[in-house]
């Protein structure tokens, strides 16, 4: 069968997905996109563009959007040629945390709820997103003065689900091949995480400097995104730690961003908003012992069984596993090979059957 795919962001975890959707399905997907820049107006905007810059929609089969775009302004201008929608969110901005200073334009939250309303299928990246969503739809909208549509929470979840995102790496083989523990060396910290504020990257370095007040060594790869200017944190640190940064900034090549991944000790996060973790998963699939709050998607995606391990209380115990990791990271071995193994599922090899079925599932809506 034969789809049509609308990224307006098309960046970040929104192009991974959508480049490995399209090279794993087994059904036809071509593939429309805008830069990843400016996300507001992407929501206010990217329908406009789209519906004069697309094929005749009658073509296809089906359309997949992601959240960032209102679907009902789409469906609205090329309606009825308009085929069965499915939705995909990676964020919402229901619960999406604010910037400093930023106050919240309730409009956005709003074009998610008409988005969803308007697609015949809606899938989150995770169960803890989904929960989150439908936790925070309700209170929502009892902020209309008056004519509260509470009939939506309904209507939009018996047409939801959770489908976690492909994972573009080996479903069977082995990653880490070639790359044994590297012992002689301090451990190599990795952030491959967004630079912004929703990351929440001055935890992350107040905990390095709390390991170096401890006279405990590491160096540090500073990978990721930046879609705007640079934070001051990363400026910061790049002076701070001097030798000990051996990679500053977005790595392009995926081969040597990967080889990054597979050369690295430990990743760590300290998001504030985490709706799936692609970079984590990666990490972890490539070698990198995750340590994660306990909390957003991280027990979701971690097996119960390294909880205690892998995931912290608060920044104090941050430190202490991190303190505890660098001092004995070779006692980890066995830690790191079952985890990188358990990232196994998220492979698109081992999750493309399911979205293919969506798809399929998709089609047959309005027959």
Sequence with gaps: MKFIFLEPFFGGSHRNFAEGLISHSKHEIDLYTLPARFWKWRMRGA?????????????YDGLIATDLMSLSDLKALCSPSCPPSLVYFHENQLTYPLAPGEARDFQFGFTDITTALAADRVLFNSQTHFDAFFSSLPGFLTMMPEYEPKWVVDAIRQKAGALHPGCQFPAKQSVLAGFPLQKDTPPLIIWNHRWEFDKNPADFFDALDAILEQNLDFRLALLGENFQMVPKEFIAARQRYGRRVVHYGHEDSREKYCEWLRLGSIVIS??????????VVEAVRHGCIPLLPNRLSYPEIIPHDYHADVLYQDQADLVDKLALLISNYARFETLRQNLAEAMERFAWGNLIDQYDDELEKLTRINS
């Design 47 to 59: 329908a406009l563009y789209f519906a004069k810059k697309i094929p005749p929609l009658e073509n």
């Design 270 to 279: 300290t998001a504030k908003q985490e709706n799936f973790g692609i970079s």
